[in-house]
């Protein structure tokens, strides 16, 4: 059940064959959910059917979808998994260091790990619907990492974890009767945020971008749960009637 919790995003490949290998490198892991956003590449393609060698049935089970946000909106734990260390205040990990902490989530909500295209990664405001960023430690002269070898690497730590569950029972991160706030729920209440500050003036002097990823940060850090995410949109909306009656 914990792997079935984690999807694998793969964001605007622009090779079939990559997409077939990091189906291979899922399945001898034991993951099954693919999501393919926006593929550069031919889907399906019979180079991916040929690459993915006995894991055919994961490609046909993919799903497709226009937008990373679409992908991870009934996430409640999203990882973006990136060999550059950009502008936005994510905490980096290595695969090893992450991979109990995406188990855990994965105990009881569905987790995304995310990677980017093969030539330039993931961007900045792809990284900021993640709570975290994986970071693989190649050395400094050649840090171009095969797209599968990524997903490999991630799914062979996540396995290795697993195997010792027996030794160490992984304890869910929140036990909460109240349901975690998804992904989408975190970006609906950013952007209700952000039009609110927007009309306050609270930008006028500022960065709203900067602003609001600091905000995010904030947040990420807080997983909200669905009943309290529900009550900071309620102060929200009463903050606008009042504004308005005003």
């Known amino acids: 059940m914990v792997f079935e919790n984690i999807r694998i995003v793969l964001v605007n490949t622009k090779h079939a064959g990559n997409i077939g290998s990091a189906a291979r490198a899922m399945k001898t892991m034991g993951l099954s959910s693919l999501c393919l956003v926006d593929p550069a590449a031919e889907f399906p393609a019979e180079q991916a059917t040929v690459l993915a060698s006995g894991a055919a049935d994961i490609l046909e089970m993919a799903e497709v979808t226009k937008t990373l946000k679409q992908a991870v909106e009934d996430c409640v734990f999203v990882v973006g998994?990136?060999?550059?260390?950009?502008?936005?205040?994510l905490p980096v990990y290595t695969p090893a260091d992450s991979a109990e902490q995406i188990l855990k989530e994965a105990t009881v909500n569905k987790v995304a790990l995310i990677f980017g295209r093969e030539d330039r990664g993931l961007t900045n405001e792809e990284l900021r619907l993640c709570h975290q960023q994986?970071?693989?430690?190649a050395v400094d002269t050649f840090k171009s990492l095969n797209l599968a070898a990524s997903v490999q690497i991630l799914a062979y730590e996540l396995r290795k974890i697993a195997l010792q569950k027996d030794k160490r029972q992984l304890v869910p991160v929140?036990?909460?009767?109240?349901?975690?706030?998804t992904s989408g729920q975190m970006e609906y209440f950013y952007e209700h945020l952000?039009?609110?500050?927007?009309?306050?003036?609270?930008?006028i002097h500022s960065n709203p971008e900067k602003i609001m990823a600091k905000i995010r940060k904030i947040y990420g850090k807080a997983r909200p749960d669905q009943d309290e995410i529900n009550i900071l949109r309620g102060i929200?909306?009463?903050?606008?009637?009042k504004s308005g009656q005003e």
């Not at 929140?174 to 706030?181: E, G, L, S, T, V």
């Not at 952000?194 to 930008?203: I, K």
């Open 134 to 137: 994986v970071f693989i430690p």
């Open 236 to 241: 929200l909306t009463a903050m606008q009637i």
């Open 174 to 181: 929140k036990d909460k009767q109240q349901p975690m706030a």
């Open 81 to 89: 998994v990136s060999a550059r260390i950009r502008g936005v205040s």
């Open 194 to 203: 952000h039009n609110m500050l927007d009309s306050a003036g609270f930008f």
